[in-house]
């Protein structure tokens, strides 16, 4: 079944009565307490009685909306009851407590895990958005109900998302949404919501480019509003005609933002997508899926790799279906997408761990399928190895995002990774253990190097040595946060333990040429006035030069204090200071792997950006220049190896908060028209940008190519431009340029 969303004046009714919910919920599970229910919505509505949301409602709609949206999912009560409670222990005065007394243990823990954290004091927004999430992450492990909560919760804030006065605001939420609660849908195979708080984020986040491709879907509507019907007709014909019992034949538009996704990842214009158009046949059993595949491909021309079987090898969340494409008959000649599915599969692809639910358990636990599911152990996982919240987001992110392949160990078990991924993703997959101890890899039975990319169907073997290691290049390979987080783990304590030792060698130099005692002893006395809770933090600060060795001394010895105070001891500090200040001017590109007082320049064939994989090239007379590891100039210095010199972006460097402008190169192919640069140019800067060059270096009749140098931060900032100027009317192509 589809969830049926109530919109805003549904919330109001039921604000006007309240039994309407629990009426809803024993209409499709008789039986249950639904008495709870309304103690729930009598506590929420006397907690919030004195509360107003930003669009001047009474407070209490909005947990009334939420528990709605569960309803359209048919979730169970204690699911129901925690929508209704869920901003109590926040923002009133009721207690988790109470809840528990008067509601028990299960949905007070529930309340808990959904429960806004906003009493933590972070030190900024992002730090608390990724503390906010370890929290949920923690929450979801034990009851995958306390996610489908927050998202019914998200899904509600996202369509009243309008009446948010602070612009800033909107914007974070509608980012957050993308990033995280978005692909989180997505995990759990809750299509429909994941569908819809994609296109309401995007219409915030891009709300030209939503409007210009709404417009031009309107357009098309009207140019062949009969076409969606006729073509589920042809189809319903076709499968009847096989002798295959139908349930449903669907057809519907793609979302303005699943369209612009594909732009973007096909780099073309909105003119020449071809599949705009999706349809779903859904039969009785898997069987007939395969002989409906057939049937429409005997049919229809097949559009090469285009299928899937997701029956076969279903999705990590459950997800099953067969997709193709088909180019339907002249004079159309018009591209579209089936799907093929039977009904038990089409309600998972749309309500995802909800499907599951046992209606008959109506007030007991969930089924153990639906409390712990693998991806969520994996996040777990990164939650222990990543040692700063920022650093939990950033490698989520990645978990999250997964256009997946399918590949297999030597015993055939299925691992199912990011596309994309490599062997060292592999694996970490199959166990931390693994991928802390590989050394190499077989793909298919050859001998491949660790940075290959997997493919569908491949054949994994990973070969491992005692005393192995992560090397740090390996995050520069690798796509999953789980072999991330781990390889920066590994590689942080390997830096302290180095650092550590740096620090005890330097201590022990000074200790003996001042002829001092410099035992563990000693140096224990001298730990609280250098703020370090234990010797291994003494040693890392002297070893990075945080504290330095003489300070210790005279921490440990203060009557040297004194006798330090002469003029000799005024040149070091000011040297160490000095040089402290040189390597930072010096290294001001935001380079690091580079020798103190070595010149950067950045290369101009390629236009390196925070973001890329890049490598240095050692000039005589010129110093380093900084090229992308995909540039072609880099085959001119092939014979000379050891000019290569192996650098990365600092992580500020990438901070947009910094300001630094790096040069991207964007070629664009737009219409031949007078107001065209005048489009191209308003399109740039309305991202925060700016044309520094422009160079036409074609000119016809009809189109003009153009080469454009633009400042912008990083690689995801010129992302966001290349973006921007695909949705101007009139251009056709934007690609980066290479020269």
Request: aromatic residues 6%.
């Amino acid at each position: 079944m589809s969830p049926v969303f109530a919109p805003e004046g549904g919330a109001a009714a039921l604000a006007a009565r309240p039994l309407a919910l629990a009426e809803k919920v024993a209409a499709y599970a008789p039986g249950s307490r639904t008495e709870l229910i309304e103690r729930a919505y009598a506590v929420a509505s006397r907690a919030h009685a004195n509360q107003k949301r930003e669009n001047g409602d009474p407070y209490v709609t909005h947990p009334l909306a939420v528990a709605d949206i569960l309803a359209g999912y048919r979730l169970d009560v204690a699911s129901l009851c925690t929508a209704l409670l869920h901003d109590t222990v926040e923002d009133t005065s009721v207690t988790l407590a109470q809840i528990g007394e008067d509601f028990g243990p299960t949905i007070a823990t529930l309340v808990d895990g959904v429960t806004k954290l906003t009493r933590l004091e972070l030190q900024s927004d992002r730090t608390k958005q990724a503390e906010n999430f370890r929290k949920l992450v923690l929450a979801m492990s034990r009851d995958i109900r306390v996610l489908i909560v927050k998202l019914a919760d998200r899904l509600h804030n996202m369509r009243t998302l309008g009446f948010v006065r602070d612009p800033a605001r909107r914007l974070r939420i509608a980012r957050e949404t993308m990033d995280i609660y978005a692909p989180l849908a997505a995990r759990i195979g809750m299509d429909a919501m994941k569908g819809e708080l994609q296109v309401r984020a995007f219409e915030v986040m891009e709300p030209e480019a939503y409007h210009t491709v709404q417009a031009r879907l309107n357009y098309l509507r009207g140019q062949g509003a009969d076409v969606i019907e006729e073509v589920r007709r042809e189809l319903e014909k076709i499968c009847r005609e096989a002798g295959i019992d139908v349930v449903e034949v669907s057809g519907r538009e793609k979302s303005a933002f699943s369209i612009w996704e594909k732009m973007q990842r096909r780099n073309v214009a909105f003119e020449q997508l071809s599949d705009i158009m999706a349809f779903r046949i859904v039969v009785r059993t898997r069987e007939e899926c395969y002989a409906a595949l057939g049937a429409v491909h005997a049919e229809y021309p097949v559009i090469a790799g285009r299928f899937k079987d997701y029956i076969s090898t279903p999705k990590a969340n459950g997800y099953q279906s067969l997709h193709t494409g088909v180019t339907l008959r002249s004079p159309r000649n018009q591209k579209i997408e089936i799907q093929i599915r039977t009904k038990e599969m089409h309600d998972l692809a749309d309500n995802g761990v909800a499907a599951h639910w046992n209606y008959k358990e109506n007030d007991r636990e969930p089924p153990e399928e639906t409390k712990r599911f693998g991806w969520v152990q994996d996040l777990l996982e990164i939650l222990e190895n990543s040692s700063a919240p920022d650093e939990f987001l950033e490698n989520t992110k990645l978990e999250l995002y997964q256009d997946q392949v399918f590949c297999f160990t030597p015993k055939g078990e299925l691992i199912q990774l990011p596309r994309g991924a490599t062997p060292i993703d592999f694996a970490y997959a199959v166990h931390s253990q693994v991928g802390d101890t590989c050394v190499g890899a077989k793909v298919n039975g050859r001998l491949m190097p660790l940075r290959h990319e997997l493919a569908n169907g491949d054949q994994v073997e990973i070969m491992t040595a005692r005393g192995g290691t992560p090397s740090p290049s390996w995050e520069r390979w690798v796509v999953t946060g789980k072999a991330r987080a781990r390889i920066r783990r590994y590689v942080a304590a390997q830096q302290r333990a180095q650092t550590i030792d740096q620090g005890r060698a330097a201590l022990t130099r000074v200790f003996r040429q001042e002829g001092l005692d410099g035992s563990e002893k000693v140096l224990e006395v001298a730990l609280k006035s250098l703020k370090c809770a234990t010797l291994a933090d003494l040693y890392a600060a002297v070893g990075s030069g945080a504290v330095g060795p003489r300070d210790v001394v005279h921490a440990a010895y203060p009557e040297m204090r004194e006798a330090a105070r002469g003029p000799r001891t005024i040149p070091g500090l000011l040297a160490r200071g000095s040089a402290s200040r040189t390597v930072a001017r010096e290294s001001g590109a935001g380079i690091s792997g580079l020798v103190a007082g070595m010149a950067v320049h950045f290369a101009g064939c390629c236009h390196p950006l925070p973001g890329d994989r890049i490598i240095g090239i050692v000039t005589t007379g010129k110093g380093v220049t900084i090229h992308t590891r995909e540039c072609p100039t880099l085959e001119s210095f092939a014979a000379t190896p050891e000019r290569f010199i192996d650098v990365d972006w600092e992580h500020a460097a990438a901070d947009p908060k910094r300001g630094e402008k790096h040069t991207g190169r964007i070629s664009v192919i737009a219409a031949n028209e007078p107001v065209m640069l005048g489009n191209l140019t308003n399109a740039v800067a309305r991202h925060e940008s700016g044309v520094t060059n422009l160079k036409i270096v074609n000119r016809q009749q009809d189109f003009i190519e153009i080469l454009i140098d633009v400042e912008v931060r990083d690689l995801r900032h010129l992302g966001q431009v290349i973006a921007g100027l695909r949705a101007v009317s009139g251009i056709t192509q934007v690609e980066r340029a290479q020269a």
